[in-house]
T-cell receptor, first 116, second 113 residues
Framework: GAVVSQHPSRVICKSGTSVKIECRSLDFQATTMFWYRQFPKKSLMLMAT?????????EQGVEKDKFLINHASLTLSTLTVTSAHPEDSSFYIC????????????FGPGTRLLVL | EDQVTQSPEALRLQEGESSSLNCSYTVSGLRGLFWYRQDPGKGPEFLFT???AGEEKEKERLKATLTKKESFLHITAPKPEDSATYLC??????????????FGQGTRLTINP
């Protein structure tokens, strides 16, 4: 299957700092990438959808100025959590999908963020 | 509104004890139903995609089936390494914009040796 990587796998930061998470599709071109957040023992919550070269579409309730998404190439999307606070601590997971309307989403391994 | 409901929420089986997980859905035009496996602290791992009622797919001890209202993930003679959370998701048709997945809450499966 297709491979999606995320970096870093876990990060600890101080409150007020910004954190960038990278998501890469390693063996296919990802025309669309998705960013999810997952709380303990809960399902995935979609935060935003990004298409290469265009602005991300954010889900209702997700602050676009706080969670900055960039999809600059067909293999890389980044999520920047700006001015992070303890309530932003969570498990962030990206997924990527290739061209075609029925393509499967392949998920990265996730990034555990802890804001102190 | 598109909805996905998985049952049971948690399931404990003995090794070798076959069972089924259920995923009921309501969606305005199904483009695909997906099953994923998620281990603790990791991202979901793709298992199957089903597109139309009557379709079945198999992989090792797992078999997924689809009807117009629900999908089943059958686990035959499971082993402890099959323990994980199994997620079901549907992709709906949209007039415009990217099709997004709607996830169920998952079924936490534990296989005891």
């Amino acid at each position: 299957g297709a491979v999606v990587s995320q970096h870093p796998s876990r990060v600890i930061c101080k409150s007020g700092t910004s954190v960038k998470i990278e998501c890469r599709s390693l063996d296919f071109q990802a025309t669309t990438m998705f960013w999810y957040r997952q709380f303990p023992k809960k399902s995935l919550m979609l935060m935003a959808t990004s298409n290469e070269g265009s602005k991300a579409t954010y889900e209702q309730g997700v602050e676009k100025d706080k969670f900055l998404i960039n999809h600059a190439s067909l293999t890389l999307s980044t999520l920047t959590v700006t001015s992070a606070h303890p309530e932003d601590s969570s498990f962030y997971i990206c997924s990527a999908r290739g061209p075609g309307q029925q393509e499967t989403q392949y998920f990265g391994p996730g990034t555990r963020l802890l804001v102190l | 509104e598109d909805q996905v409901t998985q049952s049971p929420e948690a399931l404990r089986l003995q090794e070798g004890e076959s069972s089924s997980l259920n995923c009921s859905y309501t969606v305005s035009g199904l483009r695909g139903l997906f099953w994923y496996r998620q281990d603790p602290g990791k991202g979901p791992e793709f298992l199957f995609t089903l597109y139309s009622a009557g379709e079945e797919k198999e992989k090792e001890r797992l078999k997924a089936t689809l009807t117009k209202k629900e999908s089943f993930l059958h686990i035959t003679a499971p082993k402890p390494e099959d323990s994980a959370t199994y997620l079901c998701a549907v992709q709906a048709r949209m007039v415009q914009g990217a099709q997004k997945l709607v996830f169920g809450q998952g079924t936490r499966l534990t296989i005891n040796p």
